[in-house]
C-alpha cells in the first residue's frame, strides 16, 4: 500500500486554510472564461487515443461527484456509501475514492473537501485575486521531496481549476514519480483529483488515459445555508 500511501498524503494537505482565512468570496459558477480569462486547459498533442466505450462509471452521490475509468482498474479504496465529514475537512473519508489497476499501484485519487462557506469568483476577477489562490495552493503542494514543473489557473466545465505537474519521491521505493494534481472550485466544495505515474517515466503513456478521466469527471455545485435565513418545513404527508 506504499503508493497509495502516497497519494493519500498528498492529497491530504487539502485543509481549511484554502477558505482563504474563512472569508467568503462570491461565485460564479458560470462564464468562468469570461470573466477571469483563463480558457479551458488546451488539448496536449498525445501519440495514443482513448476511447472511453471501456470505462465504468463511479457515481457518489454523498460527494456529489462522477466520473468514468477504465473497466480493468480497480476500487482500490471506496468510501461512496458514506457522507462527508463537514465539520473535519481533512476527515479520512472525504477521499471518496482510489482507483488503478491494482492495490500496489493506484493511478487516481479522488477527494472532496466541504467548506464552511462558498469560495466565489468576484465580477472583476484580478490578477492578484488568482495569485493570492494560487499563492495558497502552493503550500499545499510544495514539500522537500516536490519539484513542480507546471502549475496554471484554468477552468473544468466552467467551474476554476488549478493544474499542477510536479515530481515526488516515493518514500518505500525511493523512486521517482510524477503527480497530476487539480483542484476545481465547485460553491462550497472543493474537488481534488490526484492523478499519479509511477515510475515517473510512465506518465507519457497513462497521460491520455489521464485527459479522458478528466474530460468525464462531473460535479454538482453543493450550496450551504445562508446565516439568518430558515429552510421551508419539509411538507406533511
Known amino acids: 500500500m ?12 487539502v485543509v481549511g486554510t484554502l477558505v482563504l482565512g474563512g472569508a467568503a468570496y462570491i461565485l460564479g459558477t458560470s462564464l ?9 486547459s488546451p488539448k496536449p498533442a ?3 487515443e482513448v476511447s472511453t466505450a471501456d470505462f ?25 456509501k458514506e457522507p462527508l465529514n463537514q465539520a ?13 489497476p491494482s492495490a500496489n499501484q493506484p493511478n487516481l485519487l479522488v477527494r472532496a473537501i466541504p467548506l464552511s462557506s462558498e ?12 495569485g493570492t489562490i494560487q499563492g495558497q495552493l502552493d503550500r499545499l503542494v510544495e514539500g522537500p521531496d516536490v519539484r513542480v514543473a507546471e502549475k496554471r489557473p484554468t ?52 497521460a491520455p488515459t489521464f485527459d479522458k478521466i478528466l474530460e468525464t469527471f462531473e460535479s454538482e455545485t453543493r450550496i450551504i ?3 439568518g435565513i430558515s429552510l421551508p418545513p419539509s411538507p406533511s404527508g
Not at 506504499?2 to 491530504?12: C, E, F, G, S
Not at 473535519?88 to 471518496?96: E, G, H, I, K, T
Not at 481549476?161 to 494534481?181: C, I, N, P, V
Open 2 to 13: 506504499a503508493a497509495n500511501r502516497t497519494l493519500l498524503v498528498r492529497a491530504a494537505l
Open 32 to 40: 468562468v472564461e469570461e470573466r477571469t480569462g483563463v480558457s479551458a
Open 46 to 48: 498525445r501519440s495514443a
Open 56 to 80: 465504468v462509471k463511479f457515481e457518489d452521490e454523498n460527494a456529489g461527484i462522477s466520473f468514468s475509468y477504465p473497466e480493468d482498474w480497480k476500487k482500490v479504496e471506496d468510501n461512496s
Open 88 to 100: 473535519d475537512a481533512d476527515a479520512p473519508l472525504n477521499v471518496r475514492v482510489v482507483v488503478g
Open 119 to 130: 469560495i466565489i469568483i468576484p465580477e472583476n476577477v484580478t490578477a492578484e485575486f488568482l
Open 155 to 206: 477552468n473544468h466545465k466552467g467551474k476554476l481549476a488549478w493544474r499542477y505537474l510536479y515530481a515526488f519521491k516515493d518514500e518505500a521505493t525511493g523512486r521517482e514519480g510524477s503527480h497530476l494534481h487539480y483542484f476545481i472550485f465547485d460553491g462550497a466544495k472543493i474537488n481534488v483529483l490526484v492523478f499519479q505515474a509511477l515510475p515517473a517515466a510512465e506518465l507519457e503513456k497513462l
Open 225 to 227: 445555508p445562508r446565516p
